[in-house]
């Protein structure tokens, strides 16, 4: 967990530069359609600003009082950059660990997933961007066989689409995301909740910026997202 956490660290912080500038031009408010609208009444906020500079305890508690919990050694994640924003603070937890060996990703946490969307195995972006909805769904959704047909992409111009499949409960469903070299398509956010508002769940995956050129995600009740924008600043999204 630490040897992840202190790379996209240090990754982070030598790309301060270019980040702060895409912050600056990116509008991070509300991208949803109406989903979520302006719940909370914040105010838009650039990435890097919602909970920078509050205390390392107070930000924990906040969190605490929204229902997550945390090991020693993801506040020993958080202690690495204690004046983070929260979306950053919930990302060094929810990294997951990379073998860059055997482009394997595993998932740490069961609360939050968050990725650089900037990927390095793209030939299986899009199945272990589902393995992260899934580490962080609690069990509660049945999904399985999830596929990623890349037959239309031309890698060498970064065209082209993606086919991705699933299983849903022995239910087909196809999403079609756009290639962009080796971006993932977050597009695919808002297909992935529209499937859930088709079957019937209640919850919804929302996201929020994080720094790492990247989005931090969790998988609950629009009762709680209300709170977490409200008690953190932070906008949440359904669909990019």
Not at 104 to 128: H, K, R
Not at 148 to 171: A, M
Not at 216 to 224: A, E, L, P, Q, S
């Amino acid at each position: 967990m630490r040897k992840a956490v202190g790379f996209f660290l240090c990754f982070s912080l030598c790309m301060a530069g270019i980040i702060a500038l895409k912050g600056d031009s990116i509008s991070w408010g509300n991208l949803n359609g109406g989903g979520m609208g302006s719940i909370g009444g914040m105010e838009e906020l650039i990435p890097g600003q919602a909970g920078a500079g509050l205390p390392l305890e107070i930000k924990i508690s906040v969190l605490e009082g929204l229902e997550l919990s945390f090991s020693e050694t993801e506040r020993a994640a958080m202690e690495e950059w204690p004046e983070a924003r929260y979306g950053d603070l919930l990302a060094l937890v929810g990294w997951g660990e990379y073998d860059f060996d055997t482009l394997e990703w595993s998932p740490t946490s069961d609360q939050v997933y968050a990725l650089d969307t900037e990927v390095f195995n793209i030939g299986g972006m899009y199945p272990d961007f589902f393995q992260g909805l899934l580490s962080i769904s609690g069990g509660e959704l049945p999904i399985t066989n999830v596929t990623q047909d890349d037959s239309k992409v031309n890698w060498e111009e970064g065209t082209g689409t993606f086919q991705i499949t699933l299983d849903y409960d022995g239910r087909e469903y196809s999403f079609t995301t756009e290639s962009q070299f080796d971006w993932l398509d977050v597009g695919i956010l808002g297909q992935v909740n529209d499937m859930l508002e088709k079957e019937g769940v209640e919850k919804r995956f929302y996201a929020t910026g994080n720094s790492f050129q990247g989005i931090t995600v969790f998988y609950r009740d629009k009762n709680w997202a209300r709170r977490f924008e409200r008690e953190t600043g932070c906008k949440l999204h359904t669909r990019f």
